[in-house]
């Protein structure tokens, strides 16, 4: 089972980005996959999750409205579309994966995930 985060970058404030998180190993559709990321001197965060099966997304309400996480099972990949970035969103974005559909709670915790990307930066600053 493998996650490789790409599409990491330095982007202005207000800008858009997308995030990718190609997966192999496993059938992408009977996982959740979650978005967590971390800022320099802070935890890991919950960014969102897309649930194995059903693919119900949930986000994080920091993110909520500007975070799209989409999948493609043809491509094996899921999606991070970042908009009206901020520079708070500035951090190491990993993609983590469990199987099964987690709860909303799960989805948020890190502790559920089984398997992790080795993360990607994002810099948000003028």
């Known amino acids: 089972v493998q996650l490789a985060e790409s599409g990491g970058g330095l982007v202005q404030p207000g800008d858009p980005l997308r995030l990718s998180c190609t997966t192999s190993g496993f059938t992408l559709a009977n996982y959740s996959i979650g978005w967590f990321r971390q800022a320099p001197e802070n935890e890991l965060e919950g960014v969102g999750c897309?649930?194995?099966?059903?693919?119900?997304?949930f986000y994080a309400g920091s993110v909520k409205g500007r975070f799209t996480i989409s999948r493609d099972t043809a491509t094996n990949t899921v999606h991070l579309e970042m908009n009206s970035l901020k520079p708070e969103d500035t951090g190491v974005y990993y993609c983590?994966?469990?199987?099964?559909?987690?709860?909303?709670?799960?989805?948020?915790?890190?502790?559920?995930?089984?398997?992790w990307g080795k993360g990607t930066l994002v810099t948000v600053s003028a």
């Open positions: 983590a994966g469990a199987p099964g559909q987690l709860v909303l709670s799960a989805c948020f915790r890190s502790i559920y995930m089984s398997y």
């Open positions: 897309i649930r194995g099966r059903s693919g119900v997304t």
